[in-house]
């Protein structure tokens, strides 16, 4: 696919987490495997280390002439599934999905195939509802299938590729190769506990393990939160420090190649002590998508929703267009900040407050402006 020429540059249109050093007294909470809690003060909240807000290295992209972006592929990928595939017949394949991913339960996905390979038929899948999807624009003419209403139990462990398993049975208008098309998460329901890449010890004598808590003061803002809300609020954030989630915010970071775009927190609407909490992420490059984490938090963090969805930046057949985003202009700005909107449920409206995700993924509440 040829992407649109010209220098126009994705516009800043988009909510941004703004870098601000927030101090204050934190308290350590030390969590024991049987739920007892101590807090202890401890000094000035840290603004250092992997307390400094989160930085994502942007892709390298050369330039051709011009100065115009040459389409390349640097991105970063993710390893969330793993195939086979039998040919059943002339263009008649099945293919097997097994979660491997340490995200947790995927929900959706969506199986791109080879460029010029079209898919023209889903006969029959074992879960969910499986359907052609039909991708068109940007010069783009290409059928994918979609698989939703899924719910495919992650693995115990990712070096054991235990979690749950499906299989699409498709036809396509081309011979399609072993390990050729692209396979991505359309939406997943993610783990609050980490998933593990090794067998951990099981003996009885192991020690138990502690997690230290630090919670950065809740900076005063005009975003309609009391003080007391905003240190509510914080606290709910603070119950995701050393989770699964926490990881998460990170690695996703990590994979669109930017930092979140927007990161809104707010209190849900006759639901004392329950914070909403939306992040959202514009991928650097085409090939990437749109990326959402939408968050019903309480005071027990293990009892919170971590919903996660997706939306394919550019129509592209396959994964091919690894040209800069900011190279299809205000259209795609429009796109961007429409998704943004529509998927974050009324989060941007007040009572809220702006949040941040730092280098150690955890999150802290910032001023408004």
């Known amino acids: 696919m040829e992407p649109l020429r010209g220098h126009a540059k994705l516009a800043i249109v988009l909510a941004a987490c703004a870098v601000v050093a927030v101090c204050g007294v934190i308290a350590a909470v030390l969590i024991s495997r049987n739920g007892h809690e101590t807090t202890a003060p401890l000094p000035i909240a840290p603004t250092t280390g992997s307390w400094t807000p989160l930085t994502v290295r942007p892709p390298k992209v050369p330039t051709g002439g011009a100065g115009i972006p040459v389409s390349v592929d640097p991105r970063v990928t993710r390893n969330d599934f793993s195939t086979t595939m039998a040919p059943l017949g002339p263009h008649r394949y099945g293919m097997t999905i097994i979660n491997t991913s340490d995200l947790g339960a995927v929900n959706a996905f969506q199986w791109y195939p080879p460029p010029g390979v079209h898919v023209l038929d889903v006969v029959d899948s074992t879960k969910g509802h499986c359907t052609t999807n039909g991708v068109t624009g940007y010069a783009v003419n290409q059928t994918s299938f979609l698989c939703n209403d899924l719910d495919l139990k992650p693995p115990s462990c990712t070096c054991l590729g235990d979690g749950d398993s499906m299989t699409v049975t498709f036809v396509t208008d081309k011979d399609v190769a072993y390990g050729e098309g692209d396979l991505r998460v359309r939406a997943a329901t993610l783990a609050f506990d980490r998933i593990p890449t090794f067998q951990q ?9 502690k997690r230290i808590v630090s919670r950065p003061a809740a ?21 995701l420090q050393k989770s699964n989630i926490a990881f998460q915010l990170v690695a996703l970071s990590r994979w669109v190649q930017s930092i979140p775009a927007a990161c809104r927190v707010r209190p849900v609407p006759q639901s004392a002590g329950t914070y909403k909490v939306y992040v959202f992420w514009v991928p650097a490059l085409a090939v990437n998508p749109y990326v959402w984490l939408d968050m019903n938090l309480t005071k027990d963090p293990r009892k919170g929703t971590f919903e996660l969805g997706t939306a394919q930046s550019v129509p592209a057949g396959g994964s091919v267009d690894t040209a800069l985003l900011s190279r299809y202009g205000s259209k ?24 941040q995700v730092l280098k150690n993924g955890s999150l802290r509440l910032l001023p408004d402006g």
């Open 201 to 209: 010890s099981s003996s009885p004598s192991a020690p138990q393990i």
């Open 219 to 239: 900076a005063a803002g005009s975003g309609g939160l009391s003080a007391s809300e905003r240190n509510d609020a914080q606290r709910a954030l603070d119950g």
């Open 332 to 355: 795609q700005v429009r796109k961007g900040r429409e998704l943004m909107v529509a998927h974050g449920n009324g989060v941007f409206a007040k009572p809220g407050a702006t949040c």
